[in-house]
């Protein structure tokens, strides 16, 4: 069983910046496809970035978000920047490991004035 927790959503301005963290246990992190996904109210979750062999991005979020990892830490990343309203979202934390998957709690992302 691996255990996913996601920290450092909150309330920012738009146009602002926020660095969301997922810590995923287990010795194997390095081995670990992790994902973060993110749901707004009424649409269905989506996939906003990736990192495994190569990282991907959705085009809504290309050039603002970065995914990175720090395997010594057992932890990935998501910096966003540029934070638009449509942002909003709970973001969710992803660890693929071999053909399960296993899913954080989420974090509350609001873009606000």
């Known amino acids: 069983q691996v255990q996913v927790v996601e920290s450092g959503g909150g309330l920012v301005q738009p146009g602002g910046s926020l660095r969301l963290s997922c810590v995923a246990s287990g010795h194997i992190f390095s081995t670990y496809d992790m994902r973060w996904y993110r749901q707004a109210p009424g649409k269905e979750r989506e996939l906003v970035a990736s990192?495994?062999?190569?990282?991907n991005y959705a085009d809504s979020v290309k050039g603002r978000f970065t995914i990175s990892r720090d395997n010594a830490k057992n932890t990935v990343y998501l910096q966003m920047n540029s934070l638009k309203f449509e942002d909003t979202a709970v973001y969710y934390c992803h660890a693929r490991v071999g053909l399960v998957g296993y899913w954080g709690q989420g974090t509350q992302v609001t873009v606000s004035s």
């Open positions: 990192i495994g062999s190569t990282t």
